[in-house]
């Protein structure tokens, strides 16, 4: 591994683009693998965690990193494809060491673990040698001292510390998209998982939650106190909401839902009144609506709101008042390709496309898939008998649905014929 740096600091790897001999680039560093040993000897890191374009995370054992350099990682190009799973032997560097506690032997004084850098020996095996520690912080100093330690000279990385706490991990993974994040969580402990939901604020939170299986999310959601609990739910979108609190107990959903802020939990139970397989299940309450006088310059400012998916901002809806679902007579829909080709001043309603139907609550989830197919939409409106906006299904709530609900989990058959047979060294 000649040019490669002699000391590598595990944080700066998180998210680094890995790549094969011939420049592609094949995933993202995710995390460290190391194997724990007896005594005061430095655990040998076995490999990496990598994140490749299905979101799924994979091995890539040590001997098959041919250059660890600023900004890459560069691979043999012989990946296996299968799921990485974490063995009882092995422990997550970024995921569970980064914010543990640890006493300095010297001084006897405590610490937190705010990084750790891993060298390759002459047997070329990797290890983590270093221990970057940060002192409590210390009268009239904002930010207690820091030092860079030996592994032999720290105590408390034997057994699993209690109440761990989220700092430096979460740094580490600060500009990971939401996704990425939640996959992060998925693959830790239920502990460290309980661990870093209570340190990420509540919209944040929310966002996460919003890409996790159902089980994750429950038991998410179950480790928060109450209140909380229902403040992360207020954040989250009404429909994403309405399916996590359907997976709830029924006296903890009421619970919750006393709790919230009243809009917001009219919204949630006015959507757990659908099944959940049908449009009604499936649909937003909070797409964007404008009334029949707004200008495209109005539309075109509302789907700049960075906090709407791609599917919802493609789409504006205009009603009659009331604007808010169920709102008055819905008139039609705007496309974005259409308006950024208008004048800014022109009403909307002279480029609307009224020749949609619409969906009804109770249409089935095929129905709902051929009507987004037949009409090339990636999302689409939903009515009530009397032409009132209910709210918007988008195709990505319908492929949630249309996947099994492993698929996060399940390798796919074009890559499962490409693995190649490796174990860890």
């Known amino acids: 591994m000649s040019g490669s740096p002699s000391r590598v600091y595990v944080a700066r790897l998180a998210g680094l683009p890995v790549y094969d001999p011939n420049g592609d680039q094949v995933g993202k560093v995710r995390d460290v693998v190391a194997m724990m040993r007896q005594g005061n000897q430095p655990p040998r890191v076995l490999g990496l965690v990598i994140e490749v374009f299905t979101r799924r995370r994979i091995f890539l054992p040590m001997t098959r990193v041919t250059s660890v350099d600023v900004g890459h990682v560069v691979t043999t190009g012989l990946v296996n494809m299968r799921r990485f799973e974490q063995r009882q032997t092995e422990v997550l560097v970024l995921g569970e060491l980064l914010d543990r506690t640890v006493t300095i032997r010297e001084t006897g004084t405590t610490a937190v673990v705010f990084d750790m850098a891993m060298e390759q020996w002459r047997t070329r095996d990797w290890v983590l040698s270093k221990v970057a520690v940060r002192e409590g912080a210390k009268r009239f100093r904002r930010r207690g001292q820091t030092h860079v330690l030996d592994w032999s ?73 109450t209140e909380r609990a229902a403040d992360v739910l207020e954040e989250m979108s009404p429909d994403d909401a309405a399916d996590l609190i359907a997976e709830l107990p029924t006296e903890t959903a009421e619970r919750l839902l ?31 609506i404008l009334s029949a006088d707004a ?40 496309h974005i390709q259409r ?30 898939s051929k009507y987004l197919a037949t009409y090339n939409l990636v999302a689409a409106p939903v009515l009530d008998d009397e032409g009132r906006l209910l709210g918007a299904v988008t195709v990505d709530d319908v492929l949630d649905h249309l996947l099994p609900e492993d698929w996060r989990d399940e390798p796919d058959r074009e890559q499962e014929q490409q693995e190649v047979d490796h174990d860890a060294p």
């Not at 709790?259 to 049908?278: F, G, I, N, Q, S």
């Not at 709101?305 to 008055?328: K, W």
């Open 339 to 368: 308006l950024l080709r208008e004048r800014p001043s022109e009403l909307v309603t002279a480029v609307l496309d009224t020749d949609l139907d619409g969906l009804r609550p109770d249409d089935s989830l095929t129905a709902v």
């Open 153 to 225: 000279d720290v105590d408390g990385f034997a057994l699993v510390e209690e109440g761990q706490g989220a700092m430096h991990i979460l740094a580490a993974f600060e500009s990971m998209k939401a996704a990425d994040l939640a996959g992060v969580l998925h693959d830790l402990s239920p502990k460290r998982r309980k661990e870093i939901a209570a340190a990420l604020n509540d919209e944040r939170l929310a966002d996460v939650l919003e890409e996790l299986p159902d089980d994750d999310q429950v038991e998410i959601l179950a480790g928060l106190d």
């Open 258 to 288: 006393t709790l919230m802020e009243p809009d917001e939990a009219e919204d949630v139970r006015r959507l757990l009144t659908y099944e959940e397989r049908t449009a009604g299940g499936l649909m937003t309450s909070e797409p964007v």
């Open 295 to 334: 200008t495209v310059a109005d539309a075109l400012a509302h789907v700049r709101n960075a906090e709407l998916s791609p599917a919802l901002a493609a789409m504006i809806y205009v009603c009659r008042p009331p604007l808010e679902t169920p709102t008055g007579r819905f008139i039609g829909v705007g």
